[in-house]
T-cell receptor, first 116, second 116 residues
C-alpha cells in the first residue's frame, strides 16, 4: 500500500539556519504530494503541494520539488524563523487525470523548534 | 466561506461516560475524515466518508467507537463507554474531489478529549 516516510525528529535550529526535512514515499502511479504544517494548539493546514513530477511547490519561503526518480519530496527553507516552530507532515493522495480521490496518507510528522 | 467546524473544543469526562464529537464540513465538500492525534501514536485516520457513505472504517479502534454522517453538512463520532486511553485530540477534515484545490484537506481546530 501507499506509505510516506519522514526524517526522524525533533529538529532544533537557530534562527536564520537552513532547513531540510526529508520525505520519501511509496505509491502506485503518480500521486499528488503535500506538506502540511501544524502550529501549537491548531489543526493541520496546507503549506504547499505538487501534483506531478518535477513540479515545485512553494509558500512562505518553503519549497519542495516532486522527484519521481528518487520518490522524494523534501521540504526546504533557506532561513528559518522562530515563528516556523511547528510540526510538519508530508502526505500523498492518489491522483488520476488531475483529480484526487480517497484518503491522504500522512507521514509521522517532524517537530521543528527554532531558537532565537 | 466558513472552515470545518468542530464541537466541543474541549471535553472532560469520566470513564464509562458517553462522548459525542460533532463536525460540520465545508459546504460542497464530498469527503469527510475523522482523525485522532496523540503523542504516542501520532496522527491516525479513524474513518472517512464519501458522499455521506462510510468508505473505510478500518482505523476505528474497537466497537466502542462509532461514526455517522446523516447528511452532507453534519457528522458525529461517538465513544461509548469512554476510557482514559481514548484521551486525545480528535480532528475532523473535509475535501472535495475535483476543482483547483483537489486533494487539499481542510482541518477543523480539533476537539481535545480528556477521560478521567
Amino acid at each position: 500500500g501507499d506509505s510516506v516516510t519522514q526524517m526522524e525528529g525533533p529538529v532544533t535550529l537557530s534562527e536564520e539556519a537552513f532547513l531540510t526535512i526529508n520525505c520519501t514515499y511509496t505509491a502506485t502511479g503518480y500521486p499528488s504530494l503535500f506538506w502540511y504544517v501544524q502550529y501549537p494548539g491548531e489543526g493541520l493546514q496546507l503549506l504547499l503541494k505538487a501534483t506531478k513530477a518535477d513540479d515545485k511547490g512553494s509558500n512562505k519561503g518553503f519549497e519542495a520539488t516532486y522527484r519521481k526518480e528518487t520518490t522524494s519530496f523534501h521540504l526546504e527553507k533557506g532561513s528559518v524563523q522562530v515563528s516556523d516552530s511547528a510540526v510538519y507532515f508530508c502526505a500523498l493522495t492518489w491522483n488520476a487525470g488531475g483529480t484526487s480521490y480517497g484518503k491522504l496518507t500522512f507521514g509521522q510528522g517532524t517537530i521543528l523548534t527554532v531558537h532565537p | 466561506d466558513a472552515g470545518v467546524i468542530q464541537s466541543p473544543r474541549h471535553e472532560v469526562t469520566e470513564m464509562g461516560q458517553e462522548v459525542t464529537l460533532r463536525c460540520k464540513p465545508i459546504s460542497g465538500h464530498d469527503y469527510l475524515f475523522w482523525y485522532r492525534q496523540t503523542m504516542m501514536r501520532g496522527l491516525e485516520l479513524l474513518i472517512y466518508f464519501n458522499n455521506n457513505v462510510p468508505i473505510d472504517d478500518s482505523g476505528m479502534p474497537e466497537d466502542r467507537f462509532s461514526a455517522k454522517m446523516p447528511n452532507a453538512s453534519f457528522s458525529t463520532l461517538k465513544i461509548q463507554p469512554s476510557e482514559p486511553r481514548d484521551s486525545a485530540v480528535y480532528f475532523c477534515a473535509s475535501r472535495r474531489t475535483g476543482g483547483p484545490n483537489t486533494g487539499e484537506l481542510f482541518f477543523g481546530e480539533g476537539s481535545r478529549l480528556t477521560v478521567l
